[in-house]
């Protein structure tokens, strides 16, 4: 059985009320008692259950979310899960606040970041810029004693303690081997639609979809990747400009945001151009897209979890607590129109 504080109490002939000082740090506890009470603990192997104490003493777990501003459904539908989680605050423990900064700006994530190392949150969640600057802001940030957790889009060279999202080499390499079999052996060129390379998710996402093309699909040719920034209409520009000028084009690879200006320049070359097209996230836009056969398939991770992920990850920092690693798994889904949700 797992000891208990009646077993700290009995073994250091204390009462429960003098075991408690101690492991809550109270005064009122003579240096040899409380010493007496610290051996008996070592003794019996006694191991506090931090959340219940927390509980118990009505701890609130100040946590900040740092997220881009800007037209994207997906980053639209992530705020919305961390207000939902706001709403869930007094049954969670949680004090949550957002802090939004422009996309893709790493000077704004360093400022937003450098302005939460005064110890006043708990932790703190982000959609990271793979930038140095942001790097050495995470790290400053750790080193004053708070946790951080990336969201969708990681930051492997700093000291962050946890990546909620999902593999995104494996998204990469999933998308290519969808487009390479539906083209089924066709030659021809693909266009890659990125938001920006300076966020890792982008980068390695493009990284898996090079490496398994080159590696099973050598008949299909990759045109340089074309940046959108996530903005509708700068990728509704780019596509209907790179479809203009090459008809060698048979398939797309959309592996940002930014889809509902690659939706409006697809739905503009109506029957006149067969292509192949994936997409990341599933939004209002890319489920119609899907249904109208736009689109041919979505691979979509799950925001509501990631946001999940992050407040159990921070809270469990907080309290010097493990993490049960399948729980915090993001999982891939591919959807197609035939199984939406």
């Known amino acids: 059985m797992r000891p208990t504080v009646h077993d700290i109490a009995a073994v250091a002939g204390v009462s429960l009320a003098t075991v ?152 990469g390499r999933t998308a290519a081997r969808l487009l390479g079999r539906f083209l089924s ?48 209409e700068t990728a509704n520009r780019l596509i209907s400009g790179a479809l203009s000028n090459n008809r060698r084009i048979i398939g797309i690879y959309s592996l940002g945001a930014g889809n509902r200006g690659l939706i409006r320049a697809l739905k503009a070359q109506g029957a006149a151009r067969n292509l192949t097209v994936v997409a990341h996230e599933l939004t209002e836009h890319t489920r119609e897209a899907l249904k109208d056969g736009v689109i041919d398939a979505v691979l979509n991770q799950d925001a509501g979890h990631e946001v999940r992920s992050a407040i159990r990850v921070l809270k469990a920092h907080a309290d010097g607590l493990g993490l049960i690693a399948a729980q915090e798994r993001i999982r891939l889904d591919i959807f197609l129109k035939d199984n939406l949700p």
């Open 20 to 171: 408690d000082r101690v492991l809550n740090q109270r005064p009122g506890v003579r240096g040899v008692t409380r010493q007496r009470v610290e051996e008996a603990i070592r003794e019996i192997g006694y191991i506090r259950d931090v959340a219940a104490a927390n509980l118990a003493k009505g701890r609130l777990y100040p946590l900040v979310f740092i997220l881009p501003a800007s037209d994207n459904s997906f980053m639209h539908g992530l705020h919305a899960e961390v207000r939902q989680a706001i709403g869930r605050a007094s049954s969670e423990r949680t004090d949550i606040r957002i802090i939004e900064v422009p996309a893709f700006v790493p000077s704004a994530l360093v400022e937003a970041l450098d302005s939460l190392g005064d110890g006043t949150a708990s932790g703190v969640a982000l959609v990271a810029i793979d930038a140095p600057e942001v790097k050495h802001a995470v790290d400053r940030l750790v080193s004053a004693g708070v946790p951080v957790v990336t969201l969708v889009s990681d930051l492997t060279a700093s000291s962050r303690h946890h990546y909620a999202g999902v593999d995104n080499i494996a998204a």
């Open 185 to 232: 052996g066709q030659e021809g060129d693909i266009v890659t639609l990125a938001g920006s390379m300076l966020v890792r998710d982008h980068r390695e996402r493009l990284e898996g979809f090079s490496a398994l093309m080159s590696e099973a699909f050598p008949q299909l040719s990759l045109l340089p990747v074309l940046e959108g920034r996530d903005d509708p």
